[in-house]
């Protein structure tokens, strides 16, 4: 005869358990199920309900726990084994201890939220007045890939939702949402927009964070080869001071569709979509953030609407007039991207930046999985102004007026000292052109890419732009 706690028994009822896992996948819950067993019966089960049931204590330990406690016309709930597919979490640990439950086994580990071992292991705290023997690991692997299908499904329904909503154009890439899992200090929600008519149907990724009748929207736009990753250090400065944070990446870029052709990337196309979000989302009380391309496009986007903008805050740019020989440091990164089209962009970003962990420079190469994905790497190094006849000079030029004469609002410039591309010469004429502005802030310690060093940045700025 088996022992009252053979393993034989305890697969036996685990199985049991993950019939009822299987009943909550079916009603779209996240599968895990539980029974309770008492003389070598099961006299209670239980399945995770707390979508259908709109309560967060729908757990299926609770179910099973309260079905139990009925049964006996006890709350105490002593004798009694509780076998679950998944590690419990705290709630439910605390409710077991408090039914003097004589033995919980589970399936497989929560390393995020159990509590039989995983996060903390609350049944062995001596400090408490009861404690319940706990075995893990029963049919670990069958209860693992039940709730791993469930959420693969469920990845996979969102993802084809998403293409419902945001068809993909044939000439265009669309970089899976695996490549951006897990990305260190980038907790914040996507949206998408894919109906401004510059789109023509491809989806622009934007952060939006904060609330939108905040004192202060930060318009954040990033560079190449970088993404709205790169703000990742000053946005929770922004918003802890109550302010809202637009951060969108550029087609192309980050998690916005890639066209396939380099054509698609010229100066007034980019452009145009910065201007038609910035109408979308009735962007008002405006800092203008920028950095590389993002100063080269955004510093021509003001003057179409004045009103909505207050200050700007420059990093490491330039307005590209054509007026002016390119410095010698971008000549030569042009020609870097010329001879060498498959570079890393995380190594790029960390050679000036040392601090920069593996997965930081992994999430900066996420964007960009093969060689398809990279055409406006490709292509923006060649669409910089040159000459005044270039693409994007002319309106540059009459930025440049607008800024030298007309502009109303505040500006602070920062410049990364090791910046070989665009440092202090570019920004110090950058400062000549724009109205009113004070001498940049130089880094010491920044090259390029300011904002990799900008939380402290970003703690000025709020100063700086206060009422």
Not at 222 to 228: E, I, R
Not at 258 to 273: G, I, L, M, N, S
Request: hydrophobic fraction near 45%.
């Amino acid at each position: 005869m088996n022992s009252p706690h053979s393993p034989l028994d305890d697969a036996r009822w685990m199985r049991e358990a993950l019939a009822q896992a299987q009943q909550a996948g079916a009603a779209g819950e996240v599968p895990v199920g539980a029974v309770v067993v008492q003389g070598g019966r099961v006299i209670a089960t239980g399945r995770n309900a707390p979508v259908q049931g709109h309560d967060p204590t729908a757990h299926a330990e609770i179910a099973a726990l309260r079905a139990a406690a009925r049964h006996l016309g006890n709350y105490r709930l002593e004798g009694c084994t509780l076998y679950v597919t998944l590690e419990p979490c705290a709630m439910c640990a605390g409710a077991m201890l408090h039914a003097r439950v004589g033995r919980v086994v589970f399936g497989a580990p929560d390393p995020k939220t159990g509590v039989a071992g995983s996060v903390l292991n609350l049944f062995a705290e001596p400090r408490l007045n009861h404690q319940t023997a706990v075995e893990g690991g029963v049919l670990a692997d069958e209860c693992g890939q039940a709730l791993s299908t469930f959420f693969q499904q469920r990845r996979r329904a969102q993802r084809q939702q998403a293409l419902a909503a945001h068809p993909l154009r044939d000439d265009a890439l669309r970089t899976p949402e695996a490549c951006f899992a897990p990305l260190p200090g980038y907790p914040w929600a996507p949206h998408y927009v894919s109906d401004l008519p510059a789109l023509a149907g491809l989806r622009l990724h934007y952060l939006d964070e904060g609330p939108r009748d905040a004192p202060r929207t930060w318009l954040c736009l990033h560079g190449n080869p970088a993404w709205s990753y790169v703000y990742r250090k000053m946005l929770p400065v922004w918003l802890a001071a109550g302010d809202r944070v637009v951060a969108p990446d550029l087609v192309g870029f980050g998690k916005s569709d890639k066209p396939k052709k380099e054509a698609f990337h010229t100066f007034d196309t980019h452009r145009q979509v910065l201007l038609e979000l910035v109408e979308r989302l009735d962007l008002q009380r405006v800092v203008l953030v920028v950095q590389d391309w993002g100063g080269i496009l955004g510093l021509t986007l003001p003057m179409a609407a004045p009103q909505r903008y207050r200050g700007l805050l420059a990093m490491n740019t330039l307005l590209a007039t054509g007026e002016a020989p390119l410095s010698p440091g971008f000549v030569d990164w042009r020609d870097m991207c010329r001879r060498k089209p498959l570079y890393g962009v995380g190594r790029l970003l960390a050679r000036g930046n040392p601090h920069l962990s593996a997965a930081e420079c992994a999430a900066y190469d996420a964007p960009f999985p093969d060689a398809g994905y990279r055409a406006a790497l490709r292509a923006f190094p060649q669409r910089v102004p040159a000459l005044p006849t270039d693409p994007g000079a002319a309106v540059s030029r009459a930025a440049a007026q607008f800024w030298a004469h007309a502009w109303q609002g505040r500006s602070l410039l920062a410049v990364g000292a090791q910046d070989p591309v665009l440092g202090l010469p570019v920004m110090q004429a950058l400062r000549a052109q724009v109205r009113g502005c004070p001498e940049p802030l130089v880094l010491p310690q920044a090259g390029h890419f300011v904002p990799e060093h900008g939380e402290a940045l970003a703690r000025r700025a709020v100063e700086y732009f206060a009422d």
